[in-house]
């Protein structure tokens, strides 16, 4: 009998220590990792970021269809105690049925010395250098890169766990967010070349909008933030894109993805505003 106990004493002691260790190695939950990774954004100095996004619409109104595709493709960097970024973005837009209104530019953008550097060229015509203060404007644009702007989609949102990624090489945790629509809307229409919409109506976002997602990705080791991905689908009808009545029954359906990665965080960055763009013309 004794060595029944035993036994039964010692089994007790490997289950209870089992779970002791399981529990040590499990995943926060989704409110602590949110906790966790505003915490470690705290630590960051510096960082990578790529961005990748795409725009399909799709339009009709008294017979005629109209349909557009924009495509995204960046990347940048940031120092957060400079207070420097540069970014260069790609954006092309394909117009099958109108050719004439096809494009694709290319965007260079710096801040530095709390100064705002930008150049937008063609393919065939290399644009000018101009400089500006820094504003809303400008930082709209530049917020696409801004991890701290883009953590902020966890604000007040409704989160899951999604089960650990190997996202390029970094073991990170998944969150599945129900984001405020309001924000997600801001965050997905600041991408460089993406069109603004400015539906600023929460009642109209509602409305509109019929799909909407967004995940967050951090390092499971550091909690630094690893990459952001949105989508979107709505449908407009001439009276919430505020079109005059006689387009009768037009309407126009917009699905919208983003993805943002961010990587080599305080790895050391050095961002030099180019040769040609120290002699820019100054703006308003």
Known sequence: ??????????????????????????????????????KALEKVKDYRATMDGTMAIRAQAQGNQMQANITLSANGAVDTVKKAVEM?????MDSPDQPAASDKFTIKLYQVDNMVYLKMSAPNQDGAWVKTAPSDETARQMAALDMADQLSILDGATAKLLPDQN?????????????????LWQNIMRQP?????????PDML????????????????????VKVEYGLKADFSPETLGLPEQ???????????????FYNPNKGITITLPNEAKKATQIP
């Open 247 to 261: 387009l009768g029954t037009g309407s126009m359906t917009m699905d919208v993805h983003v993805s943002i990665r």
């Open 167 to 183: 996202v390029e090489g970094v073991l990170s945790i998944g969150i599945e967010v129900t984001p405020d629509l309001q924000k």
């Open 88 to 92: 260069t973005a790609d954006v092309e």
């Open 206 to 225: 509602r409305q509109v909008v019929k799909e909407y997602s967004a995940k967050v990705w951090v390092d499971k080791k550091s909690y630094y933030l």
């Open 193 to 201: 070349g993406m069109q603004d919409m400015d539906v600023d109506d």
């Open 1 to 38: 009998m004794g060595k029944a106990w035993k036994a039964a004493a010692l089994l007790l002691t490997m289950i209870v220590g089992s779970v002791a260790v399981s529990s040590c190695n499990s995943n926060p939950t989704a409110e602590q990792l949110v906790e966790k990774a505003a």
